[in-house]
């Protein structure tokens, strides 16, 4: 019966458990932040601008694509009055009923090299003149023509050279923003843990405070304890029940702004697992630097910066003094009764020219935007320079700021150690009546803030971790860059 009895409370005690086990989940730091990168609005954000930018670079590549294009008027059917100039310079109003309906193919091809285009056309029209009753085709069997700028602006040759910048600058972009998010998400992490060791401390001293009370007043019945000191216990009773209180309202606050941010829908309690430190990562300054260069956009930024100023300047020029445009035009045209007819014998058609712009006095209009280019270029370039140095800096500091972080979280964690045997000594000296309750108070204070000093530590290290990540797109635990899908 005594083995039954057993083995029916280890039922119960595992049912139990089972049934808190299912309302709750037990998350880690690296799983709050995969879940972040996955389901925030913040990485819904991140994947939409980042597919948009793909989208733009598709379109610009579209431009040094061959372009085949149908259009026409069919029909185009009129049935009006229409004025008529006569000889003696009257005007007589005719009566007009006709379909004139015209298809056409084209295609164009742009030369990246000298920015001019190539056509090639293929022309049908029909005009059927229905008082009449007549139908004439005209039509252009096949065409081909060239334009070319002269002295202007290639935004074909600038594009190339600086759209692959921006597109490239958009992905990295795209691991920044993620990354960023674990940044974001650490923080609220931690807010939530320290909410929860918060509320597990004043639990402890709760129920701990009740056990020295028990005991306080046992002494006090024998004459060894003081008023005071029962009164003081009592004050800490009042405090720990308050601190209780306070604890849940903040779990209940933490847990909301973690749940909205990670994308949680379920309703199940959430219990964070304290991390632990990475103690073999090593970090070095000029190993983030050249992985920071090698990775953030901000590094290609500066390549487009600079790429773009010069741009500017060489549109400035472009626009200035002497402009021309040269059009040729070479194929066949014919006109006839039958479709056939129009390509039978077509007659040839040329067509060459140069149109000019020159201009004569504009009030130094040209030269003050040549010039005004030329200085946002300068302008730019020690723009550049500046942001370069602040950007070597801001990795420097933060590398500085992690080793340090990694060397107080051992700290800490030893004087977490440290104060906790404290106060168990404090505890039992107090119970023998070795220890005044002061005393006592002293190390319970501190037992309480070295706890709450290691979870600060631990987010300050994980919160420098992350943002080195972020700075580098690098991962220093797995010596590998950062890459995402």
Same mark, same amino acid.
């Given at each position: ?25 037990? @998350? ?6 995969? *879940? ?24 610009? #590549? ?70 009449? =009753? ?65 509320? =597990? ?11 020295? *009370? ?18 003081? @216990? ?6 720990? #029940? ?9 779990? &209940? ?34 190993? $983030?630097?050249? &992985?920071? /260069? ?7 930024? /500066? ?40 390509? #039978? ?6 067509? @060459? ?20 280019? *030329? ?6 370039? %020690? ?21 340090? *972080?990694?060397?107080?979280?051992? %700290? ?18 107090? $119970? ?33 971790? %992350? ?5 580098? @797109? ?5 010596? =590998? ?5």
């Amino acid at each position: 019966m005594k083995l039954l009895y057993i083995i029916l409370l280890l039922i119960i005690s595992a049912t139990a458990y089972c049934q808190g086990s299912s309302d709750t989940t037990r @998350l880690t730091l690296q799983q709050v932040v995969e *879940m972040a990168k996955t389901n925030s609005i913040a990485a819904k954000q991140a994947a939409t601008v980042r597919e948009t930018k793909y989208w733009e670079y598709r379109t610009y #590549k579209s431009n040094y694509q061959p372009q085949l294009a149908l259009s026409g008027t069919l029909p185009d059917y009129n049935k009006t009055f229409t004025q008529v100039q006569q000889p003696d310079g009257t005007i007589l109003f005719q009566p007009v009923h006709n379909d004139n309906s015209l298809l056409q193919l084209d295609f164009s091809q742009s030369i990246t090299a000298t920015g001019g285009t190539i056509f090639g056309t293929t022309q049908l029209q029909r005009f059927n003149d229905f008082d009449r =009753h007549n139908v004439l085709y005209n039509g252009i069997p096949y065409g081909i023509a060239y334009k070319q700028p002269l002295f202007q602006f290639n935004s074909l040759k600038w594009d190339k050279r600086i759209e692959p910048l921006k597109y490239n600058e958009s992905k990295q972009t795209y691991i920044e923003d993620l990354e960023n998010i674990a940044v974001t998400v650490e923080g609220y992490f931690f807010d939530l843990l320290l909410a929860q060791v918060n509320l =597990h401390i004043a639990e402890t001293n709760y129920a701990n405070t009740e056990k020295i *009370m028990g005991i306080a007043n046992i002494k006090f019945e024998l004459g060894k304890v003081s008023k005071n000191d029962i009164l003081q @216990l009592k004050l800490e009773l009042i405090n720990a #029940k308050k601190a209780v209180g306070t604890a849940k309202r903040d779990i &209940e606050i933490a847990t909301l702004t973690l749940r909205s941010y990670i994308g949680q829908e379920s309703d199940n309690k959430i219990v964070l697992m304290v991390p632990e430190n990475i103690s073999q990562m090593r970090v070095t300054p000029d190993k $983030v630097l050249v &992985e920071a /260069f090698a990775n953030r956009s901000a590094a290609i930024g /500066f390549l487009r910066r600079m790429a773009e100023a010069k741009r500017d300047v060489a549109k400035a020029k472009g626009e200035t003094g002497l402009t021309a445009t040269l059009n040729a035009n070479l194929g066949f045209s014919n006109t006839a009764t039958s479709i056939p007819g129009v390509y #039978k014998n077509p007659q040839n058609q040329q067509v @060459l020219q140069v149109q000019l712009s020159v201009p004569i006095l504009d009030w130094g209009r040209s030269k003050s935007r040549t010039k005004t280019a *030329m200085a946002n270029q300068q302008l730019t370039e %020690y723009t550049v320079e500046q942001d370069k140095q602040t950007f070597q800096q801001q990795i420097v500091t933060q590398v500085s700021l992690f080793n340090v *972080m990694k060397e107080q979280l051992v %700290y800490t964690a030893q004087a977490d150690s440290i104060a906790s045997e404290k106060y168990q000594i404090a505890r039992e000296r107090y $119970v023998l009546g070795d220890l005044g309750i002061t005393d006592l108070g002293i190390a319970f204070r501190e037992n309480d803030q070295a706890k709450r000093d290691y979870i600060t530590s631990l987010r300050d290290f994980w919160g420098a971790y %992350y943002q080195l990540r972020y700075l580098s @797109l690098y991962d220093f635990e797995g010596n =590998h860059k950062i890459t995402y899908q």
